[in-house]
């Protein structure tokens, strides 16, 4: 006689935790395109600063960083999301951040410094190439 009641509870809570899981599914899609509605309005404010000229490492990129990073803080810990899938799969992120914190440019003076060294290279190689050109010339009996 258990066997029924048995049967009709555990049909009971396998479609409990159907209907759970299907609920958590939809509200995670309903709660990831609220996320990235937002985040894509600050990296829309982020290129619409960039368009306008404003150099990157500037104070609003950090601000519009400081933000997405809290938006994306409060998204993975509420869906136990790793942080690094979500900036694997939302490449603008990386963007923000990189327009927020540059990475530093070479000093002039190493550009400079590089660039002497290099035609001094150049014009060394070009003598060595005429000398052997001109010995090459008197080998095979040039005047």
């Not at 935790?17 to 709660?31: D, H, N, P, T």
């Not at 899938?85 to 992120?93: C, E």
């Not at 400079?112 to 190689?125: D, P, R």
Request: aromatic share 6%; proline share 7%; hydrophobic share 45%.
């Amino acid at each position: 006689m258990s066997q029924p009641g048995r049967t009709c509870v555990s049909a009971w809570i396998r479609l409990r935790s159907f209907v759970v899981g299907k609920y958590k599914a939809v509200q995670l899609s309903i709660e990831r395109r609220s996320f990235e509605r937002k985040l894509e309005s600050i990296v829309r404010a982020a290129l619409a600063h960039q368009s306008s000229g404003l150099p990157a490492g500037n104070r609003p990129y950090e601000l519009l960083t400081t933000l997405a990073d809290s938006i994306c803080a409060e998204f993975t810990d509420r869906w136990n999301v790793n942080p690094e899938v979500l900036d694997a799969q939302i490449p603008a992120i990386r963007k923000l951040k990189s327009l927020a914190d540059p990475p530093p440019k070479p000093k002039p003076a190493v550009l400079v410094s590089l660039g002497i060294a290099a035609a001094m290279a150049l014009f060394f190689l070009m003598g060595i190439l005429a000398g052997l050109t001109s010995v090459g010339y008197h080998l095979i009996g040039g005047h």
